[in-house]
DNA sequence: GTCTATATGTTGATAGAC
DNA sequence: GTCTATCAACATATAGAC
């Protein structure tokens, strides 16, 4: 008898663990409207249940938009850091980290301007993120990026092949170049006239022409 | 009679015209908490008034927020557009951007996230965006600094100075690498193990080394 | 596990004295 | 213009039936 299932929400699986479904639904709305923002009856009412469901699963509103944030912080960053800290050559690092950015960034539009949002508004939410982040990868995430990359900067301009530049500078700029877009999206598409046509186009184009940008700076 | 002042609020002006007063108090909750995280009460407290007397003045939570954002967004697009859109070198530009843009930002940490909090959230922001931007200059913004741009852009390109790149992408990445840092600030600082004093630090440098990393990107 | 109904707490907004 | 006191609305959280 478990296993009858009468069917409550009109769109969602028919079975599907419930848990999740709230937990994607919560996603969806935290991510849109900020954590104070959102409303319990407005994530129940995404996942198809009912408000009292979300409080048997997860205790309280805190908690809630405690677990979309280390999820959607957990989506961000790592992509960054892994490639960073590979042994990649530094130009392909700087191409792969635009391709994989802007692919990324491309299909979950509220990300950047979400954890900006909670950082900026929520500072007690750093210690979230880097549970989430070092969740991933056990060690200490900062010497493993910096130094990986300041060993091989280095060398790059001790051989002359490419100017000298702190790994931290090296980090931001690659950084910025490629979230900042989607953070601003809604800024940019109106400042320069552009529909959400026009900013994938825009966006194709910076796939092709970054990583070449970024290098060129990087000339001795 | 009307001259006579009872210094009601602890810390603040003796006189001074409330109205402003409640205006700074706003601009600096909101800013810190976002718009849907702010509290009445805390603006009020903030502004050493009761809670009543913001409802004098402004009407509604609604249209006070109204009034900071667009002050806030009149701060942070018009000086960029304004350089932009003139008619110095390119270089200049490029110089001229860097040094008001990093010197600004350093004074007002919490207003590029406040931005890209508020268009993330509350799409409706969008048109008091633009208000507030061409508020500040009657014309058309968007083709004035885009023309300007491709003009200057198109000729350097003939005259081989410079590769070719769109005014768009040229503009984008030169906002990326001046406001990213700022607005991800929480992160950057944990994720580089920098406190306050490190970022400064580390904004310093950037003020020498970005208007010549950004031009040598366009070296033909 | 999931629902309906309700309690509890916050918050924006108003009334009215001074 | 500024205050105190209070209202009305909403949002989170809980109780309890099924």
Redesign the pocket.
Same mark, same amino acid.
């Given at each position: 008898m478990k296993e009858l299932r009468k069917p409550?929400?009109p769109a969602a699986e028919p079975d599907g663990q419930?848990e999740q479904r709230i937990l994607d639904a919560a996603h969806a709305v935290f991510l849109r409207r900020g954590t104070a923002g +959102?409303?319990?009856?407005d994530i129940a009412a995404e996942a198809g249940?009912?408000? +009292?469901?979300l409080?048997?699963y997860f205790?309280?509103? +805190?908690r809630l938009s405690e677990a979309v944030f280390r999820h959607a912080a957990a989506q961000l960053l790592p992509t960054v850091i892994h490639v960073m800290a590979s042994d990649e050559e530094l130009e392909q690092k700087v191409a792969h980290v635009v391709t994989l950015e802007l692919d990324h960034l491309s299909r979950t539009p509220y990300l950047p301007g979400y954890i900006i949002s909670e950082l900026t508004h929520h500072p007690e939410r750093l210690r979230q993120l880097l549970s989430a982040v070092t969740g991933m990868t056990p060690e200490d995430i900062r010497p493993r990026v910096i130094t990986t990359l300041r060993r091989q900067l280095s060398a790059a301009a001790r051989a002359g092949t490419m100017r000298p530049i702190e790994p931290e500078q090296f980090m931001v700029n690659l950084m910025s170049l490629c979230i900042f877009p989607f953070a601003a999206r809604p800024m940019l598409e109106a400042l320069l006239g552009m529909n959400d046509r026009g900013f994938e186009q825009f966006i194709d184009r910076r796939r092709k022409e970054l990583a070449p940008f970024f290098l060129r700076a990087l000339r001795p």
């Open positions: 409550k929400a419930t +959102a409303r319990m009856q249940v009912n408000q +009292a469901l409080h048997y205790r309280s509103k +805190a």
